[in-house]
């Protein structure tokens, strides 16, 4: 299967510091890829250029086979939806509003949102459990809630690749694991692609079918995560022994420190 999303040798440098240096990656139709990686060794910027935020000065971006620096922003918007690490609202909007706001890049100028934006917003909360929460205000929401409805934002965008920066970051188990359980099934039900940075080895290696390592802006390691999470990869990257096992219940690999 040709893949949704091409990264061919790709760099991209803040002032003169390369940040991600001659990165390769495909991402398939259908496929849950994570990144992993310490702080500082790209993944954000790897996210951003990938939804055309930045735009490298090495290398290119393929969407769906087409240079990413040929599409306007909306029509980067119609294919790729990011789930930003850190996301504030100054303005306390429904999360209605906010899943509305998804829908932003297919309307056009000066148009209102119209009934099939209201569906694909309805159908957005749906998918991720949040019908209840539709007019409760974004300030409000506890964080496994907010990261749902911002979730919901992304899929009311109609995206065929979801880009997630640390999505279980400040959430508890059980919230981790609804997160994963959502995107899971967004990719191996409904067929999209979904690109998660996260620093969860375990449960990303639980969900994922494949995994990018990196240091310094380039990819360590890369494949299916018993490929990629070994004590050997994890030492050099994380610069942290650690011993691995098998998670007794999903069989993939869990890692312990030392
Ligand atoms: P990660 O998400 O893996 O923690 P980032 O992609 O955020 O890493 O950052 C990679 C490197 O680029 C880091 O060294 C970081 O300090 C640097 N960096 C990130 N954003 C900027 C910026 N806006 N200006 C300058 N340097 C930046
Ligand atoms: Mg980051």
């Known amino acids: 299967m040709d893949p949704v999303l091409s990264l ?3 760099g991209f440098r803040y002032d003169g510091f390369w940040a991600i240096r001659d990165l390769d ?20 910027t790897l996210l951003k250029v990938v939804d055309g935020i930045l735009t490298p000065q090495e290398g290119e971006v393929l969407l769906k086979d087409r240079p990413v620096s040929g599409y306007t922003r909306s029509d980067v ?14 303005f306390s909007f429904s999360a ?53 409805v911002l979730i919901a934002r992304a899929l009311a ?12 970051s400040f959430l508890d ?18 067929g999209l692609s979904v690109v998660v940075v996260s620093h969860d080895i375990d449960l990303a290696s639980q969900y994922c079918d494949r995994m990018v390592m990196l240091k310094d802006g380039r990819v360590y390691s ?5 490929e990629v999470i070994t004590a050997s990869n ?13 998670n007794p219940a999903a069989g993939s690999p869990r890692v312990s420190l030392v």
């Open 8 to 10: 061919k040798k790709v």
């Open 25 to 44: 990656l495909d991402v398939k139709p259908g496929e849950l890829l994570a990144v992993l990686g310490p702080n500082g060794s790209g993944k954000s």
């Open 77 to 90: 918007a119609k294919e790729v939806a990011m789930v930003a690490q850190e996301t504030h609202f100054y």
């Open 96 to 148: 209605l509003e906010v899943v509305l706001m998804g829908r932003f890049p297919r309307l056009g100028r000066f148009q209102f949102e119209g009934a099939r934006d209201m569906e694909a917003a309805s159908r957005a909360l749906q998918a991720t459990q949040c019908l209840d929460l539709a007019e409760r205000s974004i300030h409000e929401l506890s964080g496994g809630e907010k990261q749902r």
């Open 157 to 168: 965008q109609e995206p065929t690749v979801i880009l997630l920066d640390e999505p279980t």
């Open 173 to 190: 188990l059980r919230f981790k694991k609804e997160i994963f359980d959502l995107i899971s099934s967004l990719t191996h039900e409904r």
């Open 222 to 226: 890369t494949g299916v995560p018993e």
């Open 234 to 246: 994890i030492k050099a990257v994380y610069e942290c022994p650690v011993i691995i096992d098998k």
